[in-house]
């Protein structure tokens, strides 16, 4: 979010500018005339601090982003069970659906069977095991945490039509293969950064050093075909 990186593009690594509009009110002709800067918009996060609100916004980003003749993916939080599910595939009275994706109620997102051994942590665990021993996976938050984090992106380059990302990498074909390579070490950079590393000609994790966080064509070949997922 610094003024030295917010927006440059390094190769490999963020592609975007994040800008904050402030004390906007959604209910406010200034809100219309904020989305008009950004009609280009491919994903939308709604968590105004509460459920009501969230889901009326969401409601209208989605008829905003229709006259435009745009499809954003839309998710907004609502934290109560009851009112997540009755908004699960809205439609009008048309019975044109919405295509909202209501996250964060608390019995789907926070009960014992979501938090301890999920999906997501046992394919994280699968992945760890490709490169260390699962007592390593536990044991220390820098193997967990990234190995669930590359589950995680594998699940959105699914949801996102990756080609390629549903077959197994003896079965792609060479375009497949080096695209989602690369992809996954744009991925990783990101990670790495929002970890707080920085390039470093050796590796030292005390300090936060890594040799890999250069962009892609800067890595040797034995690092660029290490992950192909």
Known sequence: MCEERNGVIVDGESKSKITIHSGVNVNSYTFIKEL???SDATYIFVALGNDELNISTAVKLRAY???LGTKPIIQAVVYNSDKKDAMT??????GQRYDIDFIGDIRSSFCEKIMLGSEVERIALERHLKWGR??????YGYNYNSSVASAIHRRMKILCGVPGIEKSPKDRNDEELWSIRKLEHCRWN???RSEG???GTVRNDLAKKHHCLVPFDQLSYEDQIKDDD
Request: glycine letters at 0%.
């Open 65 to 67: 982003f229709e006259n």
């Open 36 to 38: 008009d800067a950004v």
């Open 190 to 192: 990101a990670y790495m």
């Open 197 to 199: 590393y920085t390039y």
């Open 89 to 94: 595939d809205i439609t009008n009275f048309k």
């Open 134 to 139: 699962e007592d390593m996976f536990w044991k």
